[in-house]
């Protein structure tokens, strides 16, 4: 199936209309650095770290973390590569780590909590993505935050880090991007304050889903009960692209969602112009986005919303169906 799309691979995410898609896709090991390459990505939109965490029987020292993080910006070869900073939590448990016994570890002590609540860690894998950019471009993105007061805390850290390398002389990265996930509900609602300082934002589906439907992503009985494409959750979805173009604020979509092509199509009409997804969904994505007119895909979109159709999709495959 990847030779079928292997024609695009040089090819621009452009929509019949002429906006152009720029797709990313998302990583977390070494293995998946060859992808780079070979999937026509344009650059990293998720580079998952805990999976390195995750791999390993105890807690990687910080050279060795920089020395792992600059093999990856090293073979971006100046493509953007966005870090998350450990999204671990008592159901991603490193054996290294107390475990904590929460009753919904889901919505308990994780990922960017964990990370203020305890630094030391938070603040070892920052220096370590610090150093490994020496000179040149490094983005940063933190997991999970629920409000501004954390994305602040989060930004406190990496400001101090900077800092303090700076003083001890280190080269610095040549520019820094520092963003955060919009993967809590109570996010899309935050201050225009908060759209305009944060450099950009990325919204991970996965959880934004699962807390917006209350439906856990890793329960099967209700895990595929609620769609991306249901009228409310896109609702939600267009008040996020509204609020980051007041803001001019630079906005993706990370979840899984992204590398479905009916779901890409319906991103892209709604206004997100970066998608980042796994490397084998970019060809599927590209061939389809590049078949559609997303202006007339907003226009079935937007009337299903105005008719009531709980969701979009019937409406929209009838549509795809339709085009040549
Ligand atoms: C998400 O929640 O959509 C996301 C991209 O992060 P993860 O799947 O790693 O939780
Ligand atoms: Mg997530």
Redesign the pocket.
């Known amino acids: 199936a990847q030779e079928r799309y292997a024609g695009l691979r040089d090819l621009p995410a452009q929509a019949l209309c002429g906006t152009v898609i720029s797709l990313h896709m998302?990583a977390g090991l070494m293995a998946d650095l060859p992808s780079l390459p070979s999937s026509g990505a344009e650059g990293v939109g998720?580079f998952?770290t805990e999976l390195q965490f995750l791999v390993r029987n105890q807690m990687p020292k910080r050279a060795e973390l920089s020395a792992l993080y600059a093999r990856v910006v090293d073979a971006a070869k100046g493509k953007r590569v966005a870090f998350r900073t450990l999204?671990i939590g008592s159901d991603k448990v490193l054996s290294y780590m107390k475990p904590q016994d929460e009753p919904n570890p889901a919505m308990g002590w994780r990922a960017i909590r964990l990370g203020l609540d305890k630094p030391g860690v938070l603040r070892m894998q920052i220096q370590a993505l610090i150093r490994a950019a020496s000179g040149r471009h490094l983005t940063v993105m933190f997991?999970f935050i629920a409000n501004p007061g954390e994305f602040r805390l989060a930004r406190a850290e990496f400001n101090k880090a900077m800092e303090r390398e700076r003083i001890l002389g280190h080269p610095l990265p040549s520019e820094v991007e520092v963003g955060a996930?919009l993967?809590t509900p109570s996010l899309a609602f935050a201050s225009y304050a908060f759209f305009r300082e944060v450099d950009f934002l990325s919204?991970?589906?996965?959880?934004?889903k699962q807390f917006f439907f209350a439906a856990d992503r890793e329960n099967e009985k209700v895990r595929r009960r609620y769609d991306m494409l249901e009228s409310s959750f896109l609702e939600l979805l267009s008040g996020i692209v509204g609020r980051c173009a007041s803001a001019g604020t630079p906005l993706s979509f990370?979840?899984?969602d992204a590398g479905r092509p009916v779901e890409a199509v319906a991103l892209a009409a709604m206004g997100f112009r970066t998608l980042s997804m796994r490397p084998a969904s970019i060809g599927p994505v590209k061939s389809l986005i590049r078949r559609v007119n997303l202006q007339e895909a907003r226009k079935v979109i937007d009337d299903a919303r105005i008719r009531g159709d709980e969701s979009v999709r019937p409406a929209l495959t009838d549509w795809l169906a339709r085009q040549p």
């Open positions: 998302n998720l998952r999204d997991p996930m993967e919204v991970g589906g996965n959880d934004l990370c979840g899984e």
